[in-house]
């Protein structure tokens, strides 16, 4: 099989964010340094991250990833859902590398690999690893993580198509197999409710995001099946949860929330986004340590 040693091309750079990379850096900056983040309850595993364009979803997101400042993780894994019609479960990119404005991301081979192993061995099936992907959930993560960690970093992209309870659990043990003793962060990409008008909005939102603060994964797909609350990266949300909760996170956080019209000014139909960070204890080392 011949192997693609490439970069993904953008479908949405100059669209979604800017294209040029002064003004995307000075825009994705004001975002995290606009966030007032409260005390965290301790070393961050995962945050959940919304993933519309960064106009609208970016001051909210400024709160998750503002979180991930001062640390120097070598992999972070960003989940998101896949958008577009595909018969694989899970899909990845059969690219090297992923570019934006801000420069080349690569993609970590042997942890796609590894993670590929974990779901064979779970599931029995394989990461589909597709070229010129359409999908904006996971790109539109990636200058926020450019801006914010200072040290270069590998890429472990995962797009969920199947988000039942069976392919989140595995993928979230698989991933958790293999980001166990590794510098690593998960981002789970996900937006909230669409199209709702605000006051409905807020209350399904509420829903998915009491879910979250509760640090429970199969809620979050629960309260979609009863239509209390809607998410469409459920399953990437709920794999990243199952994910930080075998990797020692113990907190939830919900640091923010807020809807496309507190940016547009029209609250007929708006998308719900929301910020969280999950946790773990500190280590606490004694004076001789």
Not at 80 to 100: D, F, K
Not at 126 to 142: G, K, Q
Request: net charge negative; aromatic share 6%; charged share 20%.
């Amino acid at each position: 099989m011949k192997t693609v040693n490439d970069r993904r091309p953008s479908p949405i750079v100059g669209h979604w964010y800017p294209s040029d990379p002064k003004l995307l850096s000075a825009q994705v900056d004001g975002f995290i340094n606009a966030a007032q983040l409260p005390e965290l309850n301790g070393d961050v595993v995962a945050i959940m991250a919304p993933h519309a364009g960064h106009r609208y979803s970016g001051p909210v997101a400024g709160y998750s990833f503002s979180t991930l400042r001062g640390m120097t993780p070598e992999i972070v894994a960003v989940i998101s859902p896949m958008h577009h019609p595909n018969s694989e479960p899970l899909i990845t990119s059969a690219h090297a590398a992923y570019e934006t404005p801000l420069g080349l991301i690569p993609v970590d081979k042997q942890a796609l690999n590894d993670l590929d192993t974990e779901l064979h061995e779970r599931l029995g099936i394989s990461l589909a690893r597709i070229t010129n992907d359409p999908e904006h959930s996971l790109e539109i993560e990636l200058p926020f993580l450019q801006c914010v960690l200072e040290e270069p970093f590998s890429l472990l992209p995962i797009m969920v198509r199947d988000q039942s309870s069976k392919v989140a659990k595995a993928l979230g043990e698989g991933l958790a197999a293999i980001l166990s003793g590794r510098k690593a962060i998960l981002v789970a990409s996900t937006d909230l409710s669409h199209f709702y008008p605000q006051h409905i909005a807020e209350t399904l939102d509420s829903e998915v995001l009491k879910r979250v603060e509760a640090f429970d994964p199969q809620g979050v797909l629960l309260v979609e099946e009863q239509g209390k609350g809607f998410a469409c990266g459920r399953g990437a949300l709920a794999a990243v949860l199952w994910a930080a909760r075998e990797l020692g996170a113990t907190q939830a956080q919900i640091l923010n929330y807020a809807t496309s019209g507190d940016i547009t000014g029209d609250y007929s139909q708006v998308v719900g986004y929301g910020a969280a960070v999950f946790t773990r204890q500190k280590l606490v080392l004694g004076h001789d340590e």
